[in-house]
């Protein structure tokens, strides 16, 4: 069955560092998607990609985030400056269509930041 | 703020008994309700979903869905221990938007 593919599975990082988190999405899927669930709460939207720009952002995604489809096969997510904070799974996920709304998630990365 | 809240639990059921994990949201405009199921430390899984009200089946889960309450729910036949996982509920919220707004979950313990 096919499945959204993740890596890292685990990542830390110094804080103000730089990091990149690697998706690939199901190949046929045209829409893309980041969330995050930092330890014990809820799973949170960050951002959707469509059509190689972002159709949607969270008041989460600030300045600070950055996604980009570098080919076409992954979808990446960028935090610049990494803050303690940001410490949480990163889930990426991917449906397949406009009418299509179910959501597939990857296994997610483990970001820690120290 | 537009709200999915559901109970923490733990739901603890016998293995065999119906599970019933309830969930109620904030924005009357919400079109699509998912249900997904998490295992500690691993990613969401979809289980189930449901656009209509009424009731929709998918072997051992039922999910209802009642928009005039804002209440959506999902029913477990049969539990078994490999139920075991927190089960979130997910609410998309108008037509348009992609975003899936998550509650807490509902965490569900089968006893064997």
């Known amino acids: 069955e096919p499945e959204v593919t993740q890596t890292p599975s685990h990542q830390v990082t110094q804080m103000g560092q730089e990091v990149i988190l690697r998706c690939v999405p199901i190949s046929n899927h045209l829409y893309f998607y980041w969330y995050r669930q930092i330890l014990g709460q809820k799973v949170e939207f960050l951002v959707s990609?469509?059509?190689?720009?972002?159709?949607?952002k969270s008041e989460i995604f600030d300045d600070q985030f950055s996604v980009e489809r570098p080919d076409g096969s992954n979808f990446t997510l960028k935090i610049r400056s990494t803050k303690l904070e940001d410490s949480a799974m990163y889930f990426c996920?991917?449906?397949?269509?406009?009418?299509?709304?179910?959501?597939?998630f990857g296994q997610g990365t483990r970001l820690t930041v120290v | 703020q537009k709200e999915v809240e559901q109970n923490s639990g733990p739901l603890s059921v016998p293995e065999g008994a119906i599970a019933s994990l309830n969930c109620t949201y904030s924005?009357?405009?919400?079109?699509?309700f998912f249900w997904y199921r998490q295992y500690s430390g691993k990613s969401p899984e979809l289980i189930m979903f449901?656009?209509?009200?009424g009731d929709k089946e998918d072997g051992r889960f039922t999910a209802q869905l009642n928009k005039a309450s804002q209440y959506v729910s999902l029913l477990i036949r049969d539990s078994q221990p490999s139920d075991s996982a927190t089960y979130l509920c997910a609410v998309r919220e108008d037509t348009g938007r992609r975003a899936l707004t998550f509650g807490s979950g509902t965490r569900l313990q089968v006893q064997p």
């Open positions: 924005d009357r405009g919400s079109q699509s």
């Open positions: 996920a991917s449906s397949e269509t406009y009418r299509d709304l179910r959501a597939f």
């Open positions: 990609f469509y059509n190689n720009e972002i159709s949607e």
């Open positions: 449901i656009y209509s009200n």
